[in-house]
T-cell receptor, first 115, second 113 residues
Framework: NAGVMQNPRHLVRRRGQEARLRCSPM?????VYWYRQLPEEGLKFMVY????????ESGMPKERFSAEFPKEGPSILRIQQVVRGDSAAYFC?????????????FGEGSRLTVL | AQKITQTQPGMFVQEKEAVTLDCTYD???????LFWYKQPSSGEMIFLIY??????QNATEGRYSLNFQKARKSANLVISASQLGDSAMYFC??????????FGSGTRLQVQP
């Protein structure tokens, strides 16, 4: 029973390039969340998606960031024209329709470094 | 807005002793959940324990227990019989049923032999 799969684990981009981070939720999970963790800080909520729908994007920066969770395939977090401040670990989590609300199953994270 | 406070940036404990990691939260919701996650140096987030606001008994999971004091809005994590493998960052988190968790800033626990 595979867990939440994120790739790439590590990504290096130069300023102005685009970063795409992928997340495949656990089998049977239809809820996906993205969090960002800056060094030595806690996780900050970015966006919550269900299949083909954005449910809550209150933590997403208004510009350059977008997320999708298509009917087929993984969820994608896209960062356009990256800047140094985007360097962080980006965690994806998933949850099933039933179970404890808020019990999230996390991936191992994607670490973005912007040069 | 929900707020989670972890006032201990770092803690030390001797192997085999118990340690308490503090967490307070601020909410006006009547129904909510409290979680603790462990993040070892490898980076993954590991779910440890959950407490519902209406649960009358403190949650326990093996060596982990949650000291839930609703009136004080605190949800401290107690780790008994610490092991070297317990050295990690520990995050308290809060949920109100809208599914997105709010995390505290974390406590770095170091277990000494």
């Amino acid at each position: 029973n595979a867990g939440v799969m994120q790739n790439p684990r590590h990504l290096v981009r130069r300023r102005g390039q685009e970063a795409r981070l992928r997340c495949s939720p656990m089998k049977g999970h239809s809820h996906v969340y993205w969090y960002r963790q800056l060094p030595e800080e806690g996780l900050k909520f970015m966006v919550y998606l269900q299949k083909e729908n954005i449910i809550d994007e209150s933590g997403m920066p208004k510009e350059r960031f977008s997320a999708e969770f298509p009917k087929e395939g993984p969820s994608i977090l896209r960062i356009q024209q990256v800047v140094r401040g985007d360097s962080a670990a980006y965690f994806c989590a998933s949850s099933p329709d039933r179970g404890i609300a808020g019990e999230l199953f996390f991936g191992e994270g994607s670490r973005l470094t912007v040069l | 807005a929900q707020k989670i406070t972890q006032t201990q940036p770092g803690m030390f404990v001797q192997e085999k002793e118990a340690v308490t990691l503090d967490c307070t939260y601020d909410t006006s919701d009547q129904s909510y959940g409290l979680f603790w996650y462990k993040q070892p140096s490898s980076g993954e987030m590991i779910f440890l324990i959950y407490q519902g606001s209406y649960d009358e008994q403190n949650a326990t999971e093996g060596r982990y227990s949650l000291n839930f004091q609703k009136a004080r809005k605190s949800a401290n994590l107690v780790i008994s019989a610490s092991q070297l493998g317990d050295s990690a960052m520990y995050f308290c988190a809060h949920d109100t049923g809208r599914r997105a968790l709010t995390f505290g800033s974390g406590t770095r626990l170091q277990v000494q032999p």
